[in-house]
């Protein structure tokens, strides 16, 4: 008699990075040349901005090692220009090269900070009001549909505005950040929470639902558990498009003087500080802030569309 030949557990299932590589997610990715270009570029910013303490020539926050006399020097390739300033300096004679580099790191922790805290808020409120529905689902959604009525650039001031008057002086500075980020969730909410209700709904309804709620589940364990797997995927494509959003609102409120303060710049600070010299001849000190808002939003943009599409089962 021959014995059955069992395969071993290692070669039953496929590691999750073998099966990722061998998924549909990955195919589109690699078939998308915007998709892979946006990604390259995305990840080059994103490391560009890590390693600032390492690749810049200066540390912009540091004002002591400013000098004044290398203030608006042009680009190294235009007359007047000197190394290490290979992207000019502004009016303080920081470098726009360091100041770039750090400025993006700001604007990324606040996106992504902002997007977290949203995120959490969103689908915590989604959950309740497509679970419960009722006057909870009432409450929540009228919240909503409050502080949607309101361009989200006022509602952003209002808040950072209000948290910096609380605030007590000497924790201003410290703090600015933190107060941008719960100034653009406190917008942002409502879009992960309406998305995740109409997923609850559905899901609500369907017969593995039913059957959990007939056995005792707990209605927490009901939602986190069996609901809130089945309703991410078109709340990552709506995190991923917001994170672009949230860096533009920074960006925003610091160029309208409500955000990161000049000692601490993010890209929107640079940017309005260079506003202020662009018909004297500085050009550069407005200009690659500019471009690099552009490349950092244009990349996350074209990140979010693609996914968006690859997720979307109509298009499959």
């Known amino acids: 008699m021959t014995e059955l030949q069992v395969p071993s557990a290692a070669k039953s299932q496929p590691g999750r990075i073998a099966r990722f590589l061998d998924s549909d997610l990955w195919w589109s990715f690699k078939s998308s040349k915007s998709a892979v270009g946006a990604a390259i570029t995305l990840g080059l910013v994103i490391a560009a901005a890590l390693l600032a303490p390492v690749l810049s020539p200066q540390n912009p926050y540091d004002l002591a090692s400013l000098e004044l006399w290398n203030a608006e020097l042009p680009p190294i390739w235009m007359e007047g220009g000197q190394m290490p300033f290979l992207l000019g300096t502004d009016v303080q004679g920081r470098d726009i090269l360091s100041g770039i580099l750090y400025g993006t790191r700001i604007s990324i922790f606040i996106g992504l900070a902002s997007v977290v805290v949203s ?48 605030l007590p002086p000497e924790l201003r500075e410290a703090g600015i950040s933190i107060v941008l980020v719960l100034a653009i969730a406190m917008y942002s909410w409502v879009q992960y929470a309406r998305v995740v209700r109409a997923q609850t709904m559905v899901e609500r309804r369907k017969e593995y639902v039913q059957a959990s709620r007939l056995v005792g589940t707990p209605a927490r364990r009901l939602m986190l558990k069996h609901i809130l797997p089945n309703t991410l995927t078109p709340v990552f494509v709506t995190a991923t498009l917001n994170f672009g959003l949230a860096i533009l609102i920074e960006a925003t409120l610091s160029f309208l003087g409500v955000g990161m303060p000049p000692d601490q710049p993010s890209l929107g600070t640079l940017i309005r500080v260079g506003n202020q010299y662009l018909f004297s001849g500085s050009w550069w000190i407005v200009l690659f802030p500019s471009i690099q808002l552009c490349i950092l939003v244009v990349s996350v943009n074209m990140l979010g569309d693609w996914l968006r599409d690859a997720l979307n089962p109509k298009l499959r």
């Open 119 to 166: 995120l959490a808020i969103g689908i915590v409120a989604g959950l309740m009001a497509g679970f419960y529905g009722g006057w909870v689902d009432n409450v929540l959604m009228r919240v909503g549909d409050v502080l949607l009525s309101i361009p989200i650039i006022l509602v952003a001031i209002l808040v950072s505005s209000v948290a910096q008057a609380l």
